[in-house]
């Protein structure tokens, strides 16, 4: 496996796509396939699972070559929403990190011609309307758009 962290990202969302499990490369990655290329050297893999099925998401991916300490990953998991496993030197972020917000509100400010209304609706497909994923994307477009105005 590829160990640069697009490669890495997008072999280990393969894994995921096999199992059924949505996901979203974050971070760096997103914005630099967006437009707004900033050197990154970690993976941030979204993954988008009811907590009682995060021990799944972390077999997966130990099975393409993740070193990850499940306990303590599905504690982290669990306690502060993002768990931490390795590939090599890369460092792979799980779940979701807050400080990735900050990255979406960017991607939607430098790029209008991103369809919001598409990823909201694919939100409310995968996580359901009341999921407080989609309503803080609603508060992120607000504030991201109105700053380009």
């Excluded at 997008?10 to 499990?21: C, D, F, N, P, T």
């Excluded at 998991?77 to 807050?98: I, K, M, N, Y």
């Excluded at 960017?106 to 309503?135: H, I, K, Q, Y």
Aim: hydrophobic share 45%; proline share 3%; charged share 20%.
């Amino acid at each position: 496996m590829n160990t640069d962290p697009l490669s890495l990202g997008v072999s280990l969302g393969q894994s995921l796509e096999k199992a059924g499990i949505d996901y979203a490369l974050g971070g760096a990655l997103a914005l630099g396939v967006h437009g707004l290329v900033r050197a990154t050297w970690d993976v941030d893999l979204n993954v988008f699972v009811p907590a009682t099925s995060a021990r799944q998401v972390l077999e997966v991916l130990s099975r393409e070559g993740l070193a990850v300490d499940l306990e303590r990953a599905l504690h982290e998991a669990a306690s502060e929403g993002v768990a931490v496993a390795w590939h090599g030197q890369t460092r792979v972020d799980l779940f979701f990190r807050p400080t990735n917000l900050v990255n979406l509100e960017t991607l939607v400010g430098v790029n209008p011609g991103l369809d919001a209304s598409r990823v909201r609706a694919l939100m409310v497909e995968t996580m359901g309307p009341d999921d407080v994923r989609v309503s803080t994307w609603d508060a992120l477009v607000l504030r991201a758009r109105a700053g380009c105005g």
